[in-house]
């Protein structure tokens, strides 16, 4: 008995993301990063390509890892935040992505669009390794930890803002897709409402797990809407986990979590990866070198002045290289619109390869600071001094900076 292409193809994917699991936890590098760099590997050493059928799997992929950051996101955190927040963010997204567009459309000839797209996604921070960095150091229950993390969720929401509004304006039908764009954002807020009504009261019926069925319902409407008029709903579908998070329990985010991470989301990345042409790649090493070099610089000095001001003197370096990371919103505007032909596989690639470098070479850096030794050294580094004012009335201590969910099913 033989086997088919679809089994051996399968094999070779969920090895590979056993595989950088595994490297992940030994190097304690971006899972994600790892995986694009994976799927380049695959694609340049064997020409390895997903198997038929496959799209609609992505797709979920990309929109799970911007409905899990809003999903993540405490409401009344962020609007107790949002002030100094967008006072990190908003220079920290305008300054690289005017200086990146210059650089794309007047200093190398790109295509507007391209130019706009391009330096939306080089202008990111990942909110994902952002995340994750501060939860391998147990940051996340400190002020200042959250306070990084809401700096790099405005980063996130002006990015998402400014891809779609493009995209929006370079689309034909104007009142058409402003209709359902409208629909979109009606979705986002009332879907997880319905969710809440169907899913019924705690313990019910647990094994049909409703909350990750209307989830994924949610989401593939939201999916359609966006394919319709060719715009990335990425800020709608980062509305819908902030809906969401509003009145579901940690057992459904860890639920959601597992069946993202399982399976969607690494082959997501895997896909990323896949698509990179090394060769065009490698025949523009100067044109990527000027992407990378341009995107640090001026992120870490849009960075630098709020930063100091706001976390001090001695906390500034490590803050603005850890929100120097690329990665997971930069990755889904670059595959969406890939995926509706606004960039081609050449200016892809370029971008793609930006992002990982940045990913891995900022995490590389933070390591190398004192602080980030040890979990202990980093809780002592960022724990605010006696004679810090604190950052909002009443989060003196850790444990009151942002209440947690409310118990319940979603």
């Not at 490297?23 to 760099?37: C, D, Q, S």
């Not at 009335?393 to 979603?410: F, K, N």
Request: net charge neutral.
């Amino acid at each position: 008995m033989g086997y088919s292409t679809l089994d051996l193809d399968l094999v070779i994917v969920l090895g590979t993301i056993v595989a950088t699991a595994l490297l992940a936890r030994w190097t304690h590098l971006p899972i994600t990063a790892l995986e694009i760099v994976a799927g380049v590997v695959l694609v340049t050493a064997w020409h390895f390509n997903l198997p038929n059928g496959t799209d609609s799997l992505l797709t979920f992929g990309s929109l799970l890892i911007v409905f899990l950051a809003g999903l993540e996101t405490n409401l009344g955190f962020l609007r107790a935040h949002f002030q100094r927040a967008i006072t990190i963010g908003l220079p920290a997204f305008l300054v690289p992505f005017l200086g990146l567009f210059a650089l794309l459309h007047y200093g190398i000839g790109a295509p507007l669009i391209v130019s706009i797209i391009g330096a939306t996604a080089l202008s990111d921070t990942s909110i994902s390794i952002v995340y994750t960095t501060l939860r391998q150091y147990d940051l996340t229950d400190l002020p200042y930890g959250r306070l990084i993390l809401a700096a790099t969720l405005s980063v996130n929401l002006v990015e998402d803002l400014t891809v779609t509004t493009t995209t929006f304006l370079t689309t034909p039908g104007f009142l058409f897709t402003l209709a359902v764009l409208g629909a979109l954002a009606a979705c986002a807020v009332l879907l997880p409402l319905l969710a809440r009504a169907i899913n019924g009261p705690s313990g019910s019926a647990p094994f049909s797990n409703l909350g990750a069925r209307t989830l994924l319902f949610s989401l593939a409407i939201l999916a359609l809407l966006s394919t319709l008029v060719g715009v990335p709903g990425i800020l709608f579908v980062f509305l819908l986990g902030l809906m969401f998070s509003q009145f579901v329990g940690e057992e459904f985010m860890t639920n959601i979590r597992q069946i993202g991470f399982a399976v969607f989301i690494p082959l997501y990345f895997l896909a990323v990866g896949l698509k990179v042409d090394v060769g065009f790649v490698l025949a523009n090493l100067p044109i990527l070198g000027g992407l990378v070099a341009l995107g640090t610089l001026l992120k870490v000095s849009s960075l630098w002045a709020s930063s100091r001001r706001i976390f001090g003197a001695n906390r500034v370096g490590p803050v603005t290289v850890l929100m120097n990371t690329r990665l997971t919103s930069a990755t889904v505007i670059l595959t969406l619109t890939l995926g509706l032909g606004m960039i081609n596989d050449g200016w892809y690639s370029l971008f793609i390869s930006a992002v990982v470098i940045l990913a891995l070479g900022s995490v590389i850096v933070l390591r190398s600071f004192p602080a980030f030794r040890s979990p202990q050294s980093a809780q002592n580094f960022f724990a605010p001094s006696p004679t810090e004012a604190p950052l909002v009335p009443g989060t003196e201590s850790p444990s009151s900076a942002i209440p947690q969910p409310r118990a319940g099913p979603p």
